[in-house]
């Protein structure tokens, strides 16, 4: 593999030159950086990235712990935390847990600080991650996407609770009386905060709170629990925990020759990309996952820099209603 050496040789310049050319200086004049340049294309050559953190004193590198990533939401949220990071000049280590144990937790800690990464950041909506990550000692900044007891850390993110009332507010507009929640798992933060934004809304208006339908995110389990209530009386509004849900939900009553939106509304939660193509299309709101990831740089950029974000931005985004052809009018 070629080396900083084989790079200056082939530009003709020192390699205290290539070296402050891969540092980004700005007093490398133009054609000599025309030079460098051709010469690292041309021999194919990689900065090390263990020399350049013995150098800089910094692995430049973040690490981030992930739960559920095969759900679009979690996905999402490491996707554009990623490319907001890289962006900023970082790379990027993830750990992402299929059991959430504090065993595991602690494991996918000690793994990234033992890759001597500056920062943390978690994408785990459960209070299980939280309250194992309070109780692990990590000497680096930590930022997290739910409210969490953990000590120092900051939280950002999306504001589900009041997300969640503007999707039964657009429902008890249509005249809605009755509107079931097909709720998250309950272990979820997020889940918790939909389930607790649907109910205040409902009581803000007078509308009863019937019991919630806990499905497992997944469009199988919104099946089966659309199956249950086409079986038992279906009923006119539907709020849904999330998109993949909806579309189980969608599925049973179409194979029940159930009417969406004649005989039952439905909105989601997420704005998967899919949702604008169901049939009928989905209602549904939309997080802004790209300015999530770029908010959660923005807040860890100030918490390595020793400044102080919380003036300058709210610690959480708000999510947008869309509306579509799954909802009507009671």
Not at 20 to 47: C, H, N, Q, S, W
Not at 99 to 121: F, K, M
Request: hydrophobic letters at 45%; charged letters at 20%; proline letters at 6%.
């Amino acid at each position: 593999m070629a080396n900083i050496f084989d790079v200056a040789a082939a530009a003709g310049v020192s390699h205290q030159t290539v070296s402050r050319f891969l540092k980004g200086d700005p007093t490398v004049r133009p054609a000599t950086r025309e030079r460098i340049e051709e010469a690292v294309d041309r021999l194919g050559y990689r900065p090390n990235a263990a020399a350049r953190a013995l150098a800089s004193r910094r692995t430049r590198t973040i690490g981030l712990i992930t739960v559920g990533l095969p759900l679009y939401g979690p996905s999402s949220t490491t996707h554009g935390f990623n490319h907001a990071a890289r962006a900023a000049g970082w790379d990027v280590s993830i750990a992402a847990l299929e059991q959430t144990g504090a065993a595991d937790v602690r494991h996918a800690v000690d793994a990234l600080l033992g890759q001597d990464v500056q920062a943390l950041v978690v994408v785990a909506p459960t209070p299980e991650v939280a309250d194992a990550l309070a109780r692990v000692a990590a000497d680096v900044p930590l930022v997290t996407t739910v409210p969490s007891g953990i000590p120092d850390a900051v939280a950002v993110g999306i504001d589900h609770r009041a997300a969640a009332g503007r999707a039964v507010a657009h429902l008890a507009d249509l005249g809605h009386r009755e509107i079931v929640h097909v709720a998250g798992p309950a272990d979820w933060i997020e889940a918790q905060e939909r389930e607790r934004g649907w109910r205040e809304e409902c009581e803000r208006r007078g509308l009863p709170t019937p019991e919630v339908l806990h499905g497992d995110w997944t469009a199988r389990g919104g099946a089966a629990i659309g199956r249950r209530l086409a079986a038992s009386g279906t009923p006119a509004a539907i709020f849904s925990a999330n998109d993949q849900t909806a579309l189980g939900l969608l599925a049973a009553f179409a194979e029940a020759r159930v009417r969406v939106p004649g005989d039952v509304s439905v909105v989601g939660f997420d704005d998967i990309p899919e949702a604008a193509y169901f049939v009928p299309p989905l209602t549904t709101v939309r997080q802004d996952f790209a300015a999530l990831g770029e908010r959660l740089m923005h807040r860890l950029a100030a918490l390595l820099d020793g400044t102080d974000a919380d003036a300058a931005e709210p610690p959480t985004l708000s999510a947008e209603l869309v509306i579509r052809a799954s909802t009507g009018p009671a």
